[in-house]
């Protein structure tokens, strides 16, 4: 009789861990990367400090003036571990044959500070397949460390769907830690990149298909090419708006894009106003910057555990790729015209339900009411201080709360019946 009691507990046990959120395990952590640390005349102890200070976790050791060969990568991989950082290496090697990267895999594999692999940015329809042989010539090489190559948006791909799953069958989805992709949204004459939420859509949808972590680059600059502002630099309210809404879609993997201010001599495209100037100063943006990211680590101790299930959009006009939520969703916002994000997410672990509410208005501060479902009980605001839940402003008797937020804002909740 106790045999029987005990192996019912022990499956149970097992599906408990074998069904963690999309694409978890369960030592993950919610970690923040950046494009483009210090390059090589500035690879000094207040540089670093400067990227630890502002909660950085991983480097991609690739960017402007950066040294990519072994010597300069093995330099940037000491230098964070001064730091409690670790990095993606980048060498020229992974272009090669493949005994070149095999001989460069050797030269890093087993590294305490190596996170893994950078191949390569944004490949195309006609690259990809060669991209997928390089990714998998990789792994073989060393099945512990990480692989990172960053896809297009999806404005610049046909068939983007199609061309992300020929991505994700080619290297293995069981071999893929991030699903990764850009898409800028603060565009030249303050307009909004038409195609930002659907982008984010559509990686949220496949992250959950796949049961894979999804990885979006934050827009850190402005850039003008042959004299025509492309992108605008965005400022503190439109870097949070961009932050939020990544965490409102399920986004893992943060990464700033870049860190530092560089350019190509002679080049045709000009970078302005990244966190980092090119004299190693702090812009305007190294305060929001870190402000931000620190945010985000204590959001992210609940959030790395949670599937963003749905996500709706409130307004009098929608995006595309956006959608109202239903009548009966369990959080209404009550004050007509909001123009909110509303992202129900589940830990599929314990079945626990929470919502995260973004104020989409990036120019001015917003205070809404929402009514919740009748079943709900309890709200608890997760802190974005410490990450602890914490008293809302949720009313038993009326079902509804009061919030104020900040431009571009979002807040997290956990919803107890």
Same mark, same amino acid.
């Given at each position: ?84 950082? /670790?990095? *993606? ?49 990789? /792994? ?13 948006p999806d404005f610049a791909v046909p068939n983007y769907v199609a ?9 293995? /989805? ?13 565009k030249r004459l303050q307009r909004l990149e038409k195609t930002y939420?659907?982008? %984010? ?16 680059? %934050? ?39 870049? *860190?530092?201010?560089?350019? +190509?001599?002679?080049?045709?495209? +000009? ?134 937020? %900040? ?11």
């Open positions: 009789m106790q045999r029987i009691i005990f192996i019912p507990y022990l499956i149970c046990l097992f599906l408990a861990f074998a069904s963690p959120a999309t694409g978890q395990k369960n030592n993950d952590q919610f970690v923040i990367t950046v494009y483009s640390p210090p390059p090589a005349p500035f690879m000094n102890d207040e540089q670093y400090r400067y990227m630890k200070e502002a909660h950085i976790d991983y480097i991609f050791n690739i960017g402007g003036g950066v040294t990519n060969d072994k010597e300069g990568n093995l330099k940037t991989l000491d230098m964070a571990s001064k730091y409690g950082m /670790k990095v *993606y290496v980048y060498d020229a090697r992974v272009n090669g044959s493949v005994d070149d990267i095999k001989a460069m895999v050797n030269d890093y594999k087993g590294n305490p500070n190596l996170v893994g692999y950078y191949i390569t940015d944004e490949p195309d329809s006609a690259r990809l397949q060669s991209v997928i042989d390089t990714y998998n010539t990789v /792994k073989a090489a060393d099945k512990k460390g990480d692989a990172y190559v960053n896809h297009l061309f992300l799953e020929r991505w994700i069958n080619g290297v293995g /989805k069981e071999n893929l830690n991030y699903l990764a992709y850009d898409n800028y949204p603060y939420f659907n982008n %984010l859509e559509i990686i949220r949808t496949l992250g959950l298909k796949y049961n894979i972590k999804t990885s979006s680059c %934050l827009q850190s600059f402005g850039m003008t090419v042959k004299g025509l502002e492309e992108l605008r630099s965005p400022d503190a309210d439109e870097m949070r708006m961009n932050v939020y809404s990544n965490l409102a879609y399920g986004v893992k993997n943060p990464v700033w894009y870049p *860190y530092w201010t560089w350019n +190509t001599p002679g080049s045709t495209t +000009t970078m302005h106003s990244s966190v980092i100037g090119p004299d190693g100063t702090k812009t305007y943006m190294y305060e929001p910057f870190k402000a931000y990211n620190g945010q985000m680590k204590q959001l992210g101790k609940t959030l790395i555990h949670l599937d963003a299930r749905e996500v709706y959009h409130t307004g009098d006009s929608l995006w595309i790729g956006t959608k109202q939520p239903p009548a009966d969703f369990l959080c209404k916002v009550l004050d007509k015209g909001a123009d909110v994000i509303l992202s129900h997410m589940v830990n599929p672990k314990t079945g626990k339900e929470y919502v995260m509410i973004v104020n989409k208005n990036f120019k001015a501060s917003q205070q809404f009411t929402f009514q919740l479902k009748d079943s709900v009980k309890k709200v608890k605001e997760i802190s974005n201080i410490n990450g602890k839940a914490i008293k809302s402003a949720f009313n038993k008797g009326t079902h509804q709360m009061k919030v104020a937020f %900040l431009p571009g804002e979002g807040k997290l909740y956990e919803l107890s019946e």
